[in-house]
Each structure stands twice: as C-alpha cells, then as structure tokens.
C-alpha cells in the first residue's frame, strides 16, 4: 500500500464518525498539502473495503458507510494512528518477552543439565558432614574424659600436699 496508507484509514474513519454516514460512491482521497480531500474514484474503495475488513466501517441498509462499534473505541481512544502506533507497541512487547522466555529457558536448560551431573553431590556432603559430626561428638568425648583425668591429677596433687601440711 502507500505511504500514508494509515494517514487515509484515520482521516476516513473521522470522516465517517463524524459526518451521518458516507454514501457508497467512489470514493478517492487526494492529498493537498498535507490536506485530504474526498473525490469520486473507483481507487478509494480499497481504504473502504480494507476499514470493512478490520470492522471499522459496516455499509448499512442505505448503502452508507456507518462506523462501527469498534470504529468508536478506536477513534474515541485517539485514532487509527494512535490505535497502530499501540498494536506495534504490544507487538514489540510481545516480541520483548518471547525472547526473554527463550533466555529463561536457556537458563533453565542449562541449570537442569548441571544439577543431573550434580544430583548425588548434596547426599554426598550431607553424609560427610554427618560422619564428621559423629568424629567431633566422640573425639570431644575422649578429649574432655582425658581433661577430666588431668583436673583430678591436679587436684589431688595439690590436695594432698594441704593435708599433710595441716598433720
């Protein structure tokens, strides 16, 4: 289609909210200086039949060009221009997360990969970690049976020098 393709499409759907509905003739939309002027021409038909097509535009009983329902939304909400600027907005967006989907289940990927090869490693630490626990537990045991020992070496030497002092 042309360059202002979407230009037309909002100037006619303005022109047809705003006028009591466009009889069906031939219709060809001239640019003057940036200004769009309706002419007979059997061209323009194909903005018509394209605003039909997205349900912009319904041809009713009187063989006028009415706006739709959905024409409404669209001009209300700022025109056909602000409505395509938007559509290829979200398109982007969409476009935006897919991608960051794929990244995401790249990582996925990746990370799944990594804790197969790795699954046993956790029991694996778990069990030495426990089998330390149990050497600390025992060695401190013997450890604290043997400061036992020594304290009551100690005490009895010292004990027993204080009571033959006092005979």
Do not use: C
Request: aromatic share 10%; hydrophobic share 40%; net charge positive.
């Amino acid at each position: 289609m042309n360059d202002n393709f979407d230009e037309i499409i909002d100037f006619l759907l303005t022109t047809v909210r705003e006028s009591n509905g466009i009889e069906k003739i031939n219709l060809l939309l001239k640019a003057e200086n940036s200004v769009f002027k309706i002419e007979r021409n059997k061209l323009s038909l194909k903005y018509y039949n394209f605003m039909i097509e997205k349900d912009l535009i319904s041809l009713d009983v009187d063989n006028k060009f009415r706006i739709t329902k959905n024409g409404l939304d669209i001009f209300n909400n700022g025109g056909w221009l602000k409505y395509i600027k938007d559509e290829k907005n979200k398109l982007n967006l969409l476009a935006e997360k897919e991608t960051i989907d794929f990244e995401k289940s790249k990582i996925d990927l990746e990370l799944n990969k990594w804790l197969l090869k790795t699954k046993w490693l956790p029991h694996i630490i778990t069990i030495i970690s426990l089998l330390f626990a149990v050497y600390v537990y025992f060695y401190s045991k013997h450890d604290s049976k043997k400061l036992e020992e020594r304290i009551e070496k100690l005490e009895s030497k010292i004990l027993i020098p204080k009571n033959e002092s006092k005979k």
